[in-house]
Protein backbone atom coordinates (compact mmCIF):
# COMPACT_ATOMS: atom_id res chain seq x y z
CA UNK A 1 0.00 0.00 0.00
CA UNK A 2 0.99 3.47 -0.52
CA UNK A 3 0.13 6.52 1.15
CA UNK A 4 -1.85 7.51 -1.86
CA UNK A 5 -4.39 4.84 -1.49
CA UNK A 6 -5.15 6.13 2.06
CA UNK A 7 -7.39 9.38 0.61
CA UNK A 8 -5.62 11.89 2.65
CA UNK A 9 -6.31 15.72 2.36
CA UNK A 10 -4.29 17.28 -0.71
CA UNK A 11 -2.39 19.51 1.46
CA UNK A 12 -1.49 16.10 3.60
CA UNK A 13 -0.60 13.94 0.55
CA UNK A 14 2.02 16.76 -1.05
CA UNK A 15 3.79 16.85 2.74
CA UNK A 16 4.14 13.30 2.66
CA UNK A 17 5.55 13.43 -0.49
CA UNK A 18 7.80 16.59 0.29
CA UNK A 19 8.86 14.43 3.42
CA UNK A 20 9.84 11.36 1.42
CA UNK A 21 7.26 8.95 3.21
CA UNK A 22 6.20 6.57 0.65
CA UNK A 23 5.16 3.45 1.72
CA UNK A 24 2.79 3.38 5.25
CA UNK A 25 4.62 1.32 8.50
CA UNK A 26 2.34 -1.45 9.57
CA UNK A 27 0.63 0.77 12.29
CA UNK A 28 0.12 3.63 9.99
CA UNK A 29 -2.05 1.85 7.40
CA UNK A 30 -3.97 0.12 10.19
CA UNK A 31 -4.38 3.28 12.30
CA UNK A 32 -4.73 6.07 9.89
CA UNK A 33 -8.41 4.37 7.99
CA UNK A 34 -9.95 3.71 11.82
CA UNK A 35 -9.01 7.26 13.02
CA UNK A 36 -10.00 8.91 9.49
CA UNK A 37 -13.47 7.35 9.99
CA UNK A 38 -13.85 8.82 14.04
CA UNK A 39 -13.21 5.72 15.93
CA UNK A 40 -11.38 5.22 19.30
CA UNK A 41 -7.50 3.54 18.90
CA UNK A 42 -5.64 1.48 21.32
CA UNK A 43 -2.62 1.40 19.11
CA UNK A 44 0.47 -0.85 20.46
CA UNK A 45 3.59 -1.12 17.82
CA UNK A 46 7.42 -0.91 18.37
CA UNK A 47 9.13 2.12 18.99
CA UNK A 48 10.56 3.99 16.01
CA UNK A 49 7.52 2.63 13.52
CA UNK A 50 6.13 6.11 13.23
CA UNK A 51 3.57 6.48 15.62
CA UNK A 52 3.55 9.83 15.40
CA UNK A 53 2.39 9.79 11.74
CA UNK A 54 -0.43 7.12 12.44
CA UNK A 55 -2.47 9.71 14.62
CA UNK A 56 -0.50 13.00 13.03
CA UNK A 57 -2.12 12.35 9.53
CA UNK A 58 -5.41 11.26 10.22
CA UNK A 59 -6.51 13.95 12.54
CA UNK A 60 -5.14 16.65 10.26
CA UNK A 61 -7.26 15.33 7.76
CA UNK A 62 -10.02 15.36 10.17
CA UNK A 63 -9.56 18.77 10.73
CA UNK A 64 -9.06 19.95 6.88
CA UNK A 65 -12.08 18.15 6.17
CA UNK A 66 -14.51 19.78 8.89
CA UNK A 67 -13.31 23.69 9.13
CA UNK A 68 -14.02 25.24 12.11
CA UNK A 69 -16.99 27.52 12.21
CA UNK A 70 -16.02 31.60 12.33
CA UNK A 71 -13.26 33.75 12.79
CA UNK A 72 -11.85 33.10 16.10
CA UNK A 73 -9.29 29.62 16.63
CA UNK A 74 -9.76 27.39 19.13
CA UNK A 75 -8.33 24.08 20.16
CA UNK A 76 -9.71 21.29 18.67
CA UNK A 77 -7.08 18.47 18.75
CA UNK A 78 -5.23 18.58 22.26
CA UNK A 79 -1.95 15.56 22.38
CA UNK A 80 -0.56 14.93 25.69
CA UNK A 81 3.15 13.65 25.62
CA UNK A 82 4.99 12.80 28.57
CA UNK A 83 8.43 14.66 28.20
CA UNK A 84 9.33 17.99 26.77
CA UNK A 85 11.74 16.45 24.22
CA UNK A 86 9.29 14.28 23.08
CA UNK A 87 6.59 16.93 23.08
CA UNK A 88 8.47 19.49 20.60
CA UNK A 89 9.07 16.53 18.44
CA UNK A 90 5.55 15.74 17.97
CA UNK A 91 5.22 19.56 17.39
CA UNK A 92 7.70 19.61 14.71
CA UNK A 93 6.19 16.54 12.78
CA UNK A 94 2.83 18.46 13.19
CA UNK A 95 4.66 21.64 11.51
CA UNK A 96 6.07 19.55 8.81
CA UNK A 97 2.76 17.78 8.17
CA UNK A 98 0.64 20.72 7.71
CA UNK A 99 2.84 22.86 6.18
CA UNK A 100 0.93 23.49 2.91
CA UNK A 101 -2.40 24.69 5.35
CA UNK A 102 -3.53 27.16 7.06
CA UNK A 103 -3.58 25.05 10.74
CA UNK A 104 -1.94 26.30 13.33
CA UNK A 105 -0.38 24.74 16.41
CA UNK A 106 2.08 25.15 19.46
CA UNK A 107 3.67 23.54 21.69
CA UNK A 108 3.54 23.77 25.68
CA UNK A 109 6.01 22.27 28.65
CA UNK A 110 7.49 23.25 31.87
CA UNK A 111 11.11 24.40 32.71
CA UNK A 112 10.91 27.41 30.64
CA UNK A 113 9.73 30.97 30.80
CA UNK A 114 5.43 30.58 29.98
CA UNK A 115 5.00 33.85 27.97
CA UNK A 116 6.15 33.23 24.33
CA UNK A 117 3.55 30.08 25.32
CA UNK A 118 0.95 32.03 26.27
CA UNK A 119 1.23 34.38 23.36
CA UNK A 120 1.21 32.04 21.25
CA UNK A 121 -2.42 30.43 22.90
CA UNK A 122 -3.49 33.98 23.17
CA UNK A 123 -3.25 34.58 19.28
CA UNK A 124 -5.53 30.83 18.52
CA UNK A 125 -4.21 28.02 17.76
CA UNK A 126 -5.90 24.30 16.32
CA UNK A 127 -3.60 21.93 17.32
CA UNK A 128 -2.29 22.02 21.35
CA UNK A 129 0.55 19.28 21.81
CA UNK A 130 1.49 19.76 25.48
CA UNK A 131 2.83 17.87 28.91
CA UNK A 132 0.42 17.26 31.74
CA UNK A 133 2.13 19.59 34.35
CA UNK A 134 2.63 22.99 32.13
CA UNK A 135 -0.74 22.50 30.50
CA UNK A 136 -3.00 22.36 34.11
CA UNK A 137 -1.12 24.99 35.12
CA UNK A 138 -1.89 27.29 32.32
CA UNK A 139 -5.71 25.73 32.57
CA UNK A 140 -5.42 27.28 35.98
CA UNK A 141 -4.46 30.43 34.58
CA UNK A 142 -7.10 30.72 32.41
CA UNK A 143 -4.91 30.36 29.35
CA UNK A 144 -6.39 26.76 28.01
CA UNK A 145 -10.11 26.23 27.53
CA UNK A 146 -11.01 22.75 26.16
CA UNK A 147 -14.65 22.83 26.05
CA UNK A 148 -13.94 22.36 22.99
CA UNK A 149 -11.45 19.67 21.66
CA UNK A 150 -12.71 17.34 19.10
CA UNK A 151 -9.35 14.93 19.31
CA UNK A 152 -7.59 13.36 22.25
CA UNK A 153 -4.28 11.85 22.03
CA UNK A 154 -1.75 9.82 24.65
CA UNK A 155 0.89 9.42 22.83
CA UNK A 156 3.50 7.23 25.34
CA UNK A 157 0.98 6.48 28.02
CA UNK A 158 3.04 3.49 29.08
CA UNK A 159 5.77 5.71 30.41
CA UNK A 160 2.99 9.15 31.04
CA UNK A 161 1.67 6.23 33.99
CA UNK A 162 5.49 5.07 34.82
CA UNK A 163 6.15 9.52 35.40
CA UNK A 164 2.97 9.33 38.22
CA UNK A 165 0.81 11.44 35.64
CA UNK A 166 -2.17 9.11 35.71
CA UNK A 167 -4.23 11.73 38.20
CA UNK A 168 -3.29 14.74 35.70
CA UNK A 169 -4.46 12.38 32.97
CA UNK A 170 -7.93 12.07 34.88
CA UNK A 171 -8.18 15.57 35.58
CA UNK A 172 -7.91 16.74 31.96
CA UNK A 173 -9.96 14.23 30.98
CA UNK A 174 -12.69 15.62 32.96
CA UNK A 175 -12.34 19.23 31.54
CA UNK A 176 -12.74 17.34 27.67
CA UNK A 177 -16.08 17.42 25.80
CA UNK A 178 -17.96 13.98 26.83
CA UNK A 179 -18.63 13.73 22.77
CA UNK A 180 -14.92 13.35 21.49
CA UNK A 181 -12.33 11.27 20.04
CA UNK A 182 -9.70 9.69 21.77
CA UNK A 183 -6.46 7.80 20.80
CA UNK A 184 -3.95 6.22 22.88
CA UNK A 185 -0.78 5.09 21.57
CA UNK A 186 1.69 3.33 23.38
CA UNK A 187 4.99 0.96 22.77
CA UNK A 188 3.50 -1.99 25.79
CA UNK A 189 0.09 -2.75 26.61
CA UNK A 190 -0.11 -3.62 30.11
CA UNK A 191 -3.07 -3.76 32.26
CA UNK A 192 -2.87 -0.54 33.97
CA UNK A 193 -3.19 0.75 30.32
CA UNK A 194 -6.35 -1.22 29.33
CA UNK A 195 -7.79 0.47 32.59
CA UNK A 196 -6.80 3.98 31.43
CA UNK A 197 -8.15 3.08 27.89
CA UNK A 198 -11.37 1.90 29.57
CA UNK A 199 -11.66 4.76 31.60
CA UNK A 200 -11.00 7.43 28.40
CA UNK A 201 -12.00 5.11 24.91
CA UNK A 202 -15.40 4.43 23.75
CA UNK A 203 -15.46 0.81 22.51
CA UNK A 204 -11.81 0.93 20.65
CA UNK A 205 -10.44 -0.41 17.78
CA UNK A 206 -7.09 -2.20 19.01
CA UNK A 207 -4.40 -2.09 16.93
CA UNK A 208 -1.77 -3.69 17.52
CA UNK A 209 1.41 -4.62 15.13
CA UNK A 210 4.19 -6.84 17.48
CA UNK A 211 4.20 -8.55 20.31
CA UNK A 212 4.21 -6.38 23.81
CA UNK A 213 8.08 -5.50 24.44
CA UNK A 214 9.72 -6.96 21.21
CA UNK A 215 12.94 -5.68 19.96
CA UNK A 216 13.49 -4.46 16.22
CA UNK A 217 14.91 -7.10 14.14
CA UNK A 218 17.16 -4.83 12.49
CA UNK A 219 19.33 -4.24 15.67
CA UNK A 220 22.42 -6.04 16.59
CA UNK A 221 22.43 -7.04 19.83
CA UNK A 222 25.09 -7.92 22.47
CA UNK A 223 25.74 -7.72 26.04
CA UNK A 224 29.62 -7.15 27.60
CA UNK A 225 30.40 -9.00 30.77
CA UNK A 226 32.47 -6.52 32.63
CA UNK A 227 33.66 -5.44 36.20
CA UNK A 228 32.06 -1.77 37.34
CA UNK A 229 35.10 0.07 37.91
CA UNK A 230 36.58 -0.75 34.29
CA UNK A 231 33.45 0.26 32.41
CA UNK A 232 34.61 3.46 31.67
CA UNK A 233 38.19 2.04 29.93
CA UNK A 234 35.55 -0.38 27.84
CA UNK A 235 33.73 2.55 26.80
CA UNK A 236 36.53 4.43 25.53
CA UNK A 237 38.09 2.15 24.26
CA UNK A 238 35.03 1.28 22.07
CA UNK A 239 34.43 4.41 20.90
CA UNK A 240 37.96 5.21 19.72
CA UNK A 241 38.87 1.16 18.38
CA UNK A 242 35.08 1.20 16.48
CA UNK A 243 35.76 4.70 15.44
CA UNK A 244 32.18 5.58 16.23
CA UNK A 245 31.04 8.79 14.91
CA UNK A 246 27.24 8.96 16.97
CA UNK A 247 26.42 7.51 19.56
CA UNK A 248 24.01 7.26 22.31
CA UNK A 249 24.91 5.99 25.81
CA UNK A 250 22.26 5.32 28.95
CA UNK A 251 23.43 5.80 32.55
CA UNK A 252 21.35 4.59 35.28
CA UNK A 253 21.65 8.06 37.14
CA UNK A 254 22.16 11.67 36.62
CA UNK A 255 25.25 12.08 38.54
CA UNK A 256 26.45 9.04 36.71
CA UNK A 257 25.58 10.84 33.31
CA UNK A 258 27.40 13.69 34.05
CA UNK A 259 30.50 11.68 35.44
CA UNK A 260 31.10 9.67 32.32
CA UNK A 261 31.36 12.37 30.01
CA UNK A 262 34.00 14.30 32.11
CA UNK A 263 36.08 11.03 31.70
CA UNK A 264 35.12 11.31 27.86
CA UNK A 265 35.70 14.36 27.44
CA UNK A 266 39.49 14.09 28.92
CA UNK A 267 39.97 11.24 26.76
CA UNK A 268 39.48 13.90 23.60
CA UNK A 269 36.12 12.44 22.90
CA UNK A 270 33.42 15.36 22.53
CA UNK A 271 30.24 14.31 24.77
CA UNK A 272 27.84 15.45 27.08
CA UNK A 273 24.80 14.86 28.97
CA UNK A 274 20.65 14.92 28.77
CA UNK A 275 18.66 14.40 31.72
CA UNK A 276 16.48 16.00 34.51
CA UNK A 277 18.27 18.45 36.45
CA UNK A 278 19.30 19.72 33.20
CA UNK A 279 17.62 23.15 31.91
CA UNK A 280 14.86 23.09 29.02
CA UNK A 281 17.61 25.35 26.94
CA UNK A 282 20.56 22.78 27.87
CA UNK A 283 18.84 19.72 27.03
CA UNK A 284 17.85 21.14 23.58
CA UNK A 285 21.57 22.59 22.92
CA UNK A 286 22.92 19.03 23.62
CA UNK A 287 20.55 17.72 21.64
CA UNK A 288 21.20 20.04 18.37
CA UNK A 289 24.89 19.66 18.62
CA UNK A 290 24.05 16.03 18.87
CA UNK A 291 21.86 15.89 15.90
CA UNK A 292 24.71 18.21 13.66
CA UNK A 293 27.37 16.20 14.71
CA UNK A 294 29.35 18.74 16.68
CA UNK A 295 29.42 16.03 19.88
CA UNK A 296 29.97 12.23 19.03
CA UNK A 297 28.32 10.97 22.33
CA UNK A 298 25.21 11.52 24.41
CA UNK A 299 25.32 10.40 27.67
CA UNK A 300 21.48 10.32 28.66
CA UNK A 301 19.06 8.90 31.23
CA UNK A 302 16.03 6.71 30.89
CA UNK A 303 14.28 10.38 29.84
CA UNK A 304 15.73 9.99 26.41
CA UNK A 305 14.77 6.68 26.00
CA UNK A 306 11.21 7.40 25.09
CA UNK A 307 10.35 9.00 21.63
CA UNK A 308 13.07 10.60 20.82
CA UNK A 309 13.83 10.60 16.97
CA UNK A 310 17.38 10.77 16.43
CA UNK A 311 18.80 10.17 12.73
CA UNK A 312 21.76 8.02 11.99
CA UNK A 313 22.14 6.84 15.95
CA UNK A 314 24.88 3.84 14.77
CA UNK A 315 25.22 2.92 18.10
CA UNK A 316 23.38 2.64 21.89
CA UNK A 317 25.50 1.54 24.53
CA UNK A 318 23.75 0.95 27.87
CA UNK A 319 26.53 1.30 30.48
CA UNK A 320 24.32 0.73 33.35
CA UNK A 321 21.53 -2.14 33.15
CA UNK A 322 18.15 -0.87 33.48
CA UNK A 323 16.75 -1.89 36.71
CA UNK A 324 13.31 -1.82 33.99
CA UNK A 325 13.27 -4.43 31.63
CA UNK A 326 10.94 -2.32 29.24
CA UNK A 327 13.50 0.65 29.37
CA UNK A 328 16.22 -1.76 27.71
CA UNK A 329 13.64 -2.43 24.75
CA UNK A 330 13.00 1.57 24.52
CA UNK A 331 16.68 1.92 24.97
CA UNK A 332 18.05 0.13 22.37
CA UNK A 333 14.94 1.43 19.94
CA UNK A 334 17.14 4.54 19.64
CA UNK A 335 18.79 3.04 16.66
CA UNK A 336 17.81 0.88 14.07
CA UNK A 337 14.93 3.33 13.27
CA UNK A 338 12.77 3.39 10.23
CA UNK A 339 14.42 0.01 9.19
CA UNK A 340 17.99 0.64 9.23
CA UNK A 341 20.76 -1.27 11.21
CA UNK A 342 21.40 -0.61 14.46
CA UNK A 343 24.07 -2.22 17.11
CA UNK A 344 23.33 -2.23 21.07
CA UNK A 345 25.90 -3.16 23.27
CA UNK A 346 24.98 -3.25 27.02
CA UNK A 347 27.65 -3.24 29.52
CA UNK A 348 26.84 -5.49 32.29
CA UNK A 349 28.53 -6.58 35.97
CA UNK A 350 28.13 -9.27 37.90
CA UNK A 351 26.21 -7.29 40.56
CA UNK A 352 23.75 -6.80 37.57
CA UNK A 353 22.97 -10.21 36.54
CA UNK A 354 19.53 -9.95 37.99
CA UNK A 355 18.16 -7.28 35.94
CA UNK A 356 20.02 -8.44 33.12
CA UNK A 357 18.49 -11.91 33.33
CA UNK A 358 15.20 -9.90 33.98
CA UNK A 359 15.45 -8.35 30.47
CA UNK A 360 15.91 -12.18 29.11
CA UNK A 361 12.94 -13.38 30.22
CA UNK A 362 10.73 -10.26 28.76
CA UNK A 363 12.47 -10.13 24.96
CA UNK A 364 12.68 -14.04 24.51
CA UNK A 365 15.83 -13.78 21.91
CA UNK A 366 19.05 -15.44 22.19
CA UNK A 367 21.92 -12.31 22.80
CA UNK A 368 25.47 -12.99 22.76
CA UNK A 369 27.05 -12.64 25.85
CA UNK A 370 30.89 -11.23 25.76
CA UNK A 371 33.72 -10.87 27.80
CA UNK A 372 35.25 -7.33 27.44
CA UNK A 373 37.98 -8.50 24.84
CA UNK A 374 35.06 -9.62 22.98
CA UNK A 375 35.44 -13.04 23.48
CA UNK A 376 31.78 -14.86 22.80
CA UNK A 377 30.96 -16.64 26.15
CA UNK A 378 27.48 -18.21 25.07
CA UNK A 379 23.94 -16.63 24.94
CA UNK A 380 21.70 -15.00 27.76
CA UNK A 381 19.83 -18.05 27.75
CA UNK A 382 22.28 -20.15 28.31
CA UNK A 383 23.75 -17.64 30.76
CA UNK A 384 20.68 -18.26 33.02
CA UNK A 385 19.46 -21.65 32.01
CA UNK A 386 18.26 -22.86 35.25
CA UNK A 387 20.42 -26.02 36.23
CA UNK A 388 19.46 -29.73 36.41
CA UNK A 389 18.91 -30.62 39.75
CA UNK A 390 20.63 -33.89 40.60
CA UNK A 391 17.86 -36.91 40.66
CA UNK A 392 17.06 -37.80 44.19
CA UNK A 393 17.29 -41.18 45.49
CA UNK A 394 13.64 -42.51 46.49
CA UNK A 395 13.17 -43.31 50.13
CA UNK A 396 12.93 -47.09 51.51
CA UNK A 397 9.34 -47.38 52.92
CA UNK A 398 8.83 -47.15 56.36
CA UNK A 399 8.21 -51.09 56.48
CA UNK A 400 11.74 -51.87 54.99
CA UNK A 401 14.06 -49.97 57.48
CA UNK A 402 15.49 -50.73 60.42
CA UNK A 403 13.98 -49.55 63.96
CA UNK A 404 15.55 -46.89 65.08
CA UNK A 405 16.95 -48.40 67.94
CA UNK A 406 19.24 -50.43 65.53
CA UNK A 407 20.04 -47.44 62.90
CA UNK A 408 21.65 -46.13 66.09
CA UNK A 409 23.39 -48.74 67.54
CA UNK A 410 24.83 -49.49 64.07
CA UNK A 411 26.26 -46.05 63.78
CA UNK A 412 27.55 -46.37 67.18
CA UNK A 413 29.66 -49.33 65.82
CA UNK A 414 27.16 -51.62 68.48
CA UNK A 415 25.21 -54.83 67.89
CA UNK A 416 21.84 -55.31 69.71
CA UNK A 417 22.56 -57.64 72.69
CA UNK A 418 21.16 -61.34 71.91
CA UNK A 419 17.87 -62.00 73.57
CA UNK A 420 17.76 -64.61 76.26
CA UNK A 421 16.26 -67.63 75.99
CA UNK A 422 13.69 -68.57 77.82
CA UNK A 423 13.17 -72.53 79.45
Known amino acids: MNFSELNLHTALSRAVKAEGYVQPTPIQELSIPLVMQGRDVLGCAQTGTGKTAAFALPVLHQLLT?????????????????????AIQIGKSFEAYSAFTNLRGTVIYGGVSQHPQTRALQRGVDILVATPGRLIDLIGQGYVKLGRVQTFILDEADRMLDMGFIHDIKRIGMLLPEKRQTLLFSATVAPTIRHLAGELLHEPEEVSTAPSATTVESIDQSIMMVERPEKIGLLIRLIQE??????????????GADKIVRKLTKADIPASAIHGNKSQNKRQAALTAFKRGRVRVLVATDIASRGLDIEAVSHVINYDI?????????????????????????????????DLFSIQKLIHQ???????????LGHTEELFATPKRK?????????????????????????????????
Not at 247 to 253: E, I, K, N
Not at 366 to 376: A, H, N
Request: contains cysteine; proline residues 11%.
Open 391 to 423: PQRPKKRFGQQPPRGARRNRRRGKRKPAQPRLG
Open 242 to 255: KNIDRTLVFSRTKF
Open 366 to 376: RVPVLSDSGKE
Open 322 to 354: PNEPEAYVHRIGRTGRAGAQGIAISFCSPEERK
Open 66 to 86: SPRRGKWRFIRALVLAPTREL
